[in-house]
């Protein structure tokens, strides 16, 4: 009899499937690796949710098997060469703060990348037995001037280098809207924000305000004088329309930064 898997053993079955496919293409002469993945799969032997879900940051070479697992489920429109090429380009995290991310717009307008990409990481969350909450409406949402993708009508895939380090402020706090005056029109993070915690969904445990910030995405604007922000509580994790005239202590204004060579 068939069984219904939900989310989370999908996504189990998936990483098997993943090492049966990296033993195998290693040219090993001992399965016994292979045969063990296999029979787990046969029996429907599927690890339980882990109560300490993984800390730090995704590998990023771990990002490649995150995408086309992605481009599969969703249908992103993303080809096998294009992962493979940026995935070349793209360094390692140089630390928690100053992690490295992605650049990814879907050619179909805003309002389609997000929700894409709300659906993406509310996967990825569930995976950790994690509820995610949308509390506004992709409607709602535009992109902060100067901010906008380079090529919007196109699907494009990118390297993002995120900085939640600068505008961090524990002790006194930051204002959102006072940050984008001292950037001048500089481009800030916008969807990359969403791509980044995808990528990273273990972020939004770690977030206290202490260790983690809170994110704020604000090269988006809700309706006028708000801005995506990312965080967590009892109930999950959450993106809300935070009022970004306020000084808030916890949170970290994204940034990008640029490359070291």
């Not at 993406?120 to 949308?134: C, N, Q, S, W």
């Not at 509390?135 to 196109?154: I, T, V």
Request: proline share 6%; net charge negative.
């Amino acid at each position: 009899m068939a069984t219904k898997l939900n989310n989370s053993q999908k996504g189990q079955l998936s990483d098997q499937l993943a090492e049966v496919y990296r033993v195998a293409s290693n040219g090993t002469r001992d399965f016994s690796d292979v045969r063990r993945a296999l029979q787990a799969i046969i029996e429907g032997k599927f690890p339980e949710i882990p109560t300490n879900p993984p800390s730090g940051l995704t590998r990023v070479s771990q990002y490649a098997h995150k995408l086309n697992g992605w481009n599969d489920q969703f249908d992103l429109g993303l080809t096998a060469e294009g992962i493979a090429h940026v995935m070349s380009a793209l360094p390692d995290h140089d630390g928690l703060l100053l992690p490295t991310g992605i650049k990814l717009t879907l050619g179909r307008g805003l309002q389609h990348d997000w929700e894409v990409g709300m659906k993406i990481l509310a996967y990825e969350l569930d995976k950790l037995g994690v509820r995610f909450t949308e509390y506004f409406d992709a409607s709602r949402l535009s992109y902060f001037a100067g901010s906008e993708p380079e090529h919007p009508d196109g699907v494009e895939l990118d390297v993002a280098l995120l900085d939640l380090q600068t505008f961090w402020d524990p002790r006194s706090g930051i204002v959102p809207r006072e940050v984008r005056k001292q950037l001048k029109g500089q481009p800030m993070p916008g969807l990359e924000v969403v791509w980044f915690l995808a990528l990273n969904p273990q972020v939004f445990l770690a977030m206290d305000g202490k260790t983690m910030p809170y994110l704020w995405a604000a090269g988006l604007v809700v309706d006028s004088d708000s801005r995506p922000y990312f965080g967590r509580d009892s109930d999950g994790a959450f993106v809300l329309d935070g009022w970004d005239g306020g000084r808030w202590r916890g949170d970290s204004v994204v940034a990008f930064r640029e490359c070291k060579n």
